[in-house]
């Protein structure tokens, strides 16, 4: 039986390393840190998801492990395809319209750790029941990943993170 140990080993070290601190979406002239929670808000139509598979796209296609957590069942498969996701890189959590299921998906996922982005996706849920998610839950998202190659990216219809995110962009259809 191994024994447990509170050292990482050099190959640990070396494969939490390998990793930028930034993700550059060069499509979109984007720059994502990791270890911090960044927000995407915008109306139907206006390219949030379109930025966002193009973060699993990328992502996935490097070998990382990357989460969707689905508020409204909205995530389409083959869109992710067509945008180059890998979906044998990805971790897709169906919620069913519960805001409660999603936000506990995204706390396992945060917990879980060694992903490469988390996306919450709360796009479709009423702007109502997302204005009584209370701040605190941002905040213990964001100390969560902090020190961790992980990336959460949040998208709804308007801005919900408040002061937790590290980068906020608001979309708008042209």
């Not at 939490?16 to 930034?22: M, R, Y």
């Not at 996935?60 to 989460?67: P, R």
Request: hydrophobic share 40%.
């Amino acid at each position: 039986m191994p024994q447990l140990s509170l050292v990482k080993s050099l190959a640990h070290l070396k494969e939490e390393q390998k990793h930028s601190e930034e993700i550059l979406l060069e499509s979109a002239g984007i720059a994502l840190t990791r270890g911090s929670v960044a927000e995407i808000a915008g109306e139907a139509s206006s390219g949030k998801t379109s930025l966002s598979l193009s973060l699993l796209a990328k992502l996935t296609t490097a070998g990382e492990i990357c989460g969707v957590v689905d508020a409204c069942n909205s995530f389409d498969p083959r869109s992710a395809v067509l945008a180059g996701v890998e979906l044998d890189n990805l971790l897709w959590i169906k919620c069913g319209n519960s805001i409660e299921k999603a936000f506990m998906s995204a706390d396992y996922l945060v917990q879980a750790k060694g992903f490469g982005a988390i996306w919450l996706d709360l796009t479709g849920l009423p702007d109502s029941k997302l204005r009584m998610v209370p701040k605190s839950y941002w905040f213990r998202y964001r100390t969560r990943i902090k020190d961790t190659p992980t990336l959460m990216l949040v998208t709804a219809n308007e801005t919900i993170t408040g002061s937790a995110s590290q980068q906020s962009f608001l979309f708008e259809r042209e």
